[in-house]
């Protein structure tokens, strides 16, 4: 029912900056809690940040707390991760979520409804 696209991953060096973008298909984008993730190779799924449909609550992971913003345009169907002061721990495939409930997307055990394909994101040193 809802289909999920990311862009915008790419090749940055420490302390550098990326913002992700999710696209998302059908009309009911604001009825949707957003997330991103992220899975580094070898480990397992990690979450990273989440807002509320309307975007008036937001989560984001202590590990990226004060570096990382997720923020959404529902006029556009898009989620965004915007990345500052990126680090080499931070080299992952990014994938985009959406629940029904912000609830199922506030920690690494959480069980999105819907994901994207992921962007690669790499942080040289």
């Known amino acids: 029912q809802v289909q999920l696209v990311e862009s915008g991953g790419g090749l940055v060096q420490a302390g550098g900056s990326l913002r992700l973008s999710c696209a998302a298909s059908?009309?009911?984008?604001?009825?949707?809690?957003m997330g991103w993730f992220r899975q580094a190779p070898g480990k397992e799924r990690e979450f990273v940040a989440s807002?509320?449909?309307?975007?008036?609550?937001?989560y984001h992971a202590d590990s990226v707390k004060g570096r990382f913003t997720i923020s959404r345009d529902n006029a556009k169907n898009t989620v965004y991760l915007q990345m500052n002061s990126l680090k080499p721990e931070d080299t992952a495939v990014y994938y985009c979520?959406?629940?029904?409930?912000?609830?199922?997307?506030?920690?690494?055990?959480?069980?999105?409804?819907?994901w994207g394909q992921g962007t690669q994101v790499t942080v040289s040193s």
């Open positions: 059908g009309r009911s984008f604001s009825t949707y809690a």
């Open positions: 807002i509320s449909g309307s975007g008036g609550r937001t």
């Open positions: 979520a959406a629940a029904s409930t912000i609830m199922k997307l506030t920690t690494s055990l959480s069980r999105a409804d819907y």
